[in-house]
């Protein structure tokens, strides 16, 4: 039984909180989160106990650390943690100074510990089985990535203000589908969009419909669009063009119940936000890890691969702020 | 070129004479219509010439019949158009006394004239495609047939008055169907139904919502529900469970878009009637007969199976009167 | 906390042991499964303890008893429970000899306690959505429905032979889903059917394809079409027709990814068995049980439901048997 | 009845011709193609004459020139029609050199001749009623576009040769569907692409998958995704997000069979080919184009619309050359 310690318990960590309890594999020794003043209680109910960073550090029964704290917080405890020779599980960013992002890969790469970042969507059953079947080469080789990715209403302005921004806070993951589903790595992006939804996001200095593209070494093509608004529900679909066809993973609905009336035939929205789309998607990331964890093998989402969709993100905003086309330097080292 | 006379030119007769007048192989010579005034008018703008029967059957040059005039003057026209050694198209039904309708299907043979009744329904590309695809084997051995026949909108009473009844005018086409896509003929039949949309109906003798089982010889399952009001359009379809998978032949929309909003995802409704759903069957229906005629090919639709299915009509309306099963006793000779 | 005895760990009832251990409001204290040697381990995985029924029945701080061993020990179970006061959870069916189902209904309502038996699809999202929709008059008054019922492969004849046939094992589900979306009930029922797939259960007195026809004594119009076998997997939908519209209630599938290529546009088949299709439902009619013990409020499926649905499958065979239409006569107590 | 003259008897000069005669308003007086052999007999199965181009515009009953003749021919037809005053139908494109279209625009202008460019796509069904629902206001004010533009396959290099390449001769469709169901002007615009298919395609300059972003004036945003290549049939979609919701234009499929096996369910593949695609749009262009000579009433397709739809194409090719995004600066005089 691998004993864990999580921090923050805020909306995504209450969800893995849940998940791990649902575990044969782990168990959850401490709550982290002096920012929480019911942590006591929380942690009690999931017999645990709430603690403070240098107990959970320290102590040397934790084998797991699961960071849900705020993101200004990720590096440090990737640092300590590591240090620590604690695994890791953290949610995305790294942190938003792409730096600073990078020294936590070297630390983590010096310890040598598994450290997992959560892009959950790599382990939606959607996403998987397509991946799968591109892999098996159902349409011999991808060509073309479009993706669609589109909140179902826009954030507050604070949450722009501290995000980093849409191509930091969302496209990210799109940055990373792109990644994980066509096996490539990006040469060029080009990046624009405009305040359509929110004026009030220009002069956060961010956008709310964005579009990208990216090419790769060997000519790829992928396409994303983004929005921070669909009336009719989070919509994350994407399609692969290959050689021999094509494969697309379409939006959940809650039901499959069809009406036919005067106005039309019509199904349900799909599911409105990203907490019911990747439900599933969420026991199943940490279900991987603590598999990884107890098997040796390696994990899907690894901090290199966090890196690499951040220096997306840096070259979308650059592209954006710009106006020009941008050639990708990486220097992850891979 | 095929010189043909066409009798009736209401709904149907007009689109039947449209159709003709694009075949390359047929040519519209009479056009015969007593109870129309405008009829000298309507076939000069067909290059045609209004005419009796009597001038049309002694015309020499004239090898097809077209009948497309009121029920009850189908059987006379059949009978003399037999006799002058006329091919006839004809729209169904023969006569709504099936006893007279058998003298029509023994003149025919006969006069050993070509005879081909208007069930358009097996020219639908949907429709044909579907059985071809059941023939060649896709989904292995028919097992049970589900047919969903819905009008958008119940008839006027007067309609109901003299078209023989929801079993003799509607469901004459989905006992046609099960005899065409299963290749085979009825051992037993069940029928009952309800007034539920038009009370006026049950006063004569009718009904507006009808449900039949069929069974056959072989143990062929076949349902048929039925009803006069589909508010969402007219709703032709029906499902093939085989041994190896099953076929649906689903309905058609007048356009391909997609809406969604917070209200739902919502195509167009069906095609609201039987001229826009069939619209091309009409059309495929008489290049089949003017290509027979031409290659001497036999027909699809022989005066014959409709005997056979207004006797399934018949067994219906016997069933849901007398509240039994009825066996099935073809004394037509196939 | 509602303490709960849970008889027979076979599929069932190690699928609602999991669920029971997910619910704040229940636990687990006794399993009882004679038939099973392994018990007294899989009950401590549980931190149960494996008892036998008197004992069970004697602990006073048994509150519930979900009743999920073999069909033949139910009646007994419900007799006793009953007379010991408990509440009971029981999957269907109550007794193959309705005259016995007859008197647990009978016994459970001279206890006055609450009774709840396992028609899960009640509790599908799905079917239950449609079912609210409906209520609240989207598509006005119902009018006919259809429902298709199919499993992905047949059962051995072993099952058959001691399942009490396909209109008592299947139907009986179906049964229960028109009498609780239409709320109606049926005045006349017919059934027919063949066996096509598995000659052997002909032996056996039972048949692999049915159809089944009910009218209620409103006229409504219900028609029901199962087989053992559907190659693309387990098919289960219906559809109502009302005033204003209709309903259907389509298939779930694993994914949704879609995959064109030149040999067509393709989804995943539908869920494979009914543990997977069912698999929410599952835990929902479980939650509603408990629900319905904490605050008192009555359950969804009563002991009487499975009664009705029990004489339609009465009626279903004797309709068969004799190839007639069978006049439906409760004897049950409503 | 207009007279027509139609210049160019190849694969869409016939289907012109054939829509022609099914109009009421319009008849072809001459047909003109000093390439065809066979045009004499041809003009002849037409009731009409084979002529020259001097005889056919120098002849006052000509009022409507069609002109479906080989790209390099379009430019001295257009401006030697307008000189004489005819209406004139043009297929696209003006002519390849963006100056001398712009000449040939001034030219209508300065005649004041009806002048009509093929853009039939703006006459299909499905996207003309998404046009109107979008303009209706269904989904409020549109802020992206996402065009899909597959090929079934790859055209002879010979074709891509003197066809100006894939933004030329491919984009300016999609080009045009921007403008029209935007409303909107592009500000920047940014392409790029890649040879997957046939390489020989880079050696002629040219390349087989393209993608394009396109930005408005007030900040629309429009991506463009194209492949000469599909296997699953010709694939023409896009779809508009909106600030209350999102309207899609989906494919049109042949038949509306549903297969269900063990391998998935599956729809049939998109129609094959522009051809049978956009069948429906050839014929409401050309019937549109006969009542607006008739009515007055303005084209939808005008000259102008040609010129702009092929700066965006000049601009896509400098863009991509340059790998540089694009400022838009319209010369034409709208």
């Known amino acids: 039984?691998?004993?864990?310690?999580?921090?923050?318990?805020?909306?995504?960590?209450?969800?893995?909180?849940?998940?791990?309890?649902?575990h044969t594999l782990a168990q959850i020794k401490y709550f982290v989160d002096p920012h929480s003043p019911d942590i006591a209680e929380f942690a009690k109910s999931f017999d645990a106990t709430a603690a403070d960073t240098d107990t959970v550090l320290g102590d040397p029964e934790i084998q797991a650390i699961v960071i849900c704290s705020s993101t200004d917080t990720h590096a440090d405890l990737l640092l300590r943690s590591s240090q620590a020779g604690k695994a890791i599980f953290c949610e995305k960013p790294?942190?938003?100074?792409?730096?600073?992002?990078?020294?936590?890969?070297?630390?983590?790469?010096?310890?040598?510990?598994?450290?997992?970042?959560?892009?959950?969507?790599?382990?939606?059953?959607?996403?998987?089985s397509l991946k799968k079947r591109l892999d098996a080469g159902e349409i011999g080789i991808p060509e073309m990535l479009t993706i669609t990715s589109r909140d179902l209403s826009p954030p507050p302005l604070s949450y722009v203000n501290c995000s980093g921004g849409i191509f930091r806070d969302m496209l990210i993951h799109d940055f990373d589908i792109f990644r994980w589903i066509m096996g490539a790595e990006a040469?060029?992006?080009?990046?624009?969009?405009?305040?359509?939804?929110?004026?009030?996001?220009?002069t956060a200095g961010d956008m709310d419909s964005a579009v990208v593209t990216?090419?790769?070494?060997t000519g790829i093509l992928c396409q994303i669009n983004a929005s921070r608004r669909a009336e009719y529900g989070y919509d994350q679909r994407f399609e692969v063009l290959g050689s021999k066809g094509m494969l697309q993973a379409g939006n959940h609905r809650p039901t499959e119940v069809i009406a036919a009336t005067a106005q039309g035939i019509s199904t349900d929205c799909t599911e409105p936000f990203f907490l019911e789309r990747y439900r599933i998607a969420y026991t199943m990331e940490l279900k991987h890890f603590f598999n990884a964890l107890t098997t040796g093998a390696p994990v899907r989402t690894t901090i290199t691969d966090a890196i690499k969709a951040q220096e997306l993100s840096e070259a979308a905003v650059h592209s954006w702020k710009e106006g020009c086309v941008v050639k990708i330097k990486s220097s992850s080292t891979t």
């Open 1 to 22: 039984m691998i004993k864990v310690a999580l921090f923050g318990i805020g909306r995504i960590g209450r969800i893995h909180a849940n998940n791990i309890t649902q």
């Open 94 to 128: 790294i942190d938003l100074d792409i730096q600073r992002a990078r020294r936590c890969e070297q630390a983590v790469r010096d310890a040598g510990v598994t450290c997992m970042v959560g892009f959950q969507r790599r382990f939606d059953p959607t996403f998987e």
């Open 187 to 202: 040469e060029t992006l080009y990046a624009t969009g405009s305040c359509l939804i929110v004026p009030e996001y220009q």
């Open 214 to 217: 990216i090419r790769s070494q």
